[in-house]
């Protein structure tokens, strides 16, 4: 799975749960302050990704402390290279 087509994964999460433009969507926006998502909305993009991904987040700190679109993509890059089983919820 190449960054490409991680960010596209993780931005279908936002366009899908919040009604994101995918225009809006780029590495440098911060999650809460720039995408406006509250602390429930965290949950749900957490939930989402999980599901989306097929692996478990809640205790993982990366998770809890990534602060814009680029933290997350980072993430998920790391874990795809962790767990190349990541990369068949693709095909």
Not at 35 to 44: E, K, R, W
């Amino acid at each position: 799975m190449d960054r490409n087509e991680i960010v596209k994964a993780v931005n279908s999460i936002f366009i899908e749960r919040f009604e994101l433009e995918e225009s809006e969507l780029t590495p440098e926006k911060n999650i809460i302050e720039d995408l406006q998502l509250d602390s429930l909305d965290i949950v749900d993009m957490i939930v989402g990704l999980q599901q989306k991904f097929g692996i478990v987040l809640r205790d993982n700190p990366e998770i809890r402390n990534a602060r814009t679109l680029g933290d997350v993509y980072d993430l998920f890059e790391k874990l795809a290279n962790e767990h190349p089983e990541i990369a068949e919820h693709f095909k």
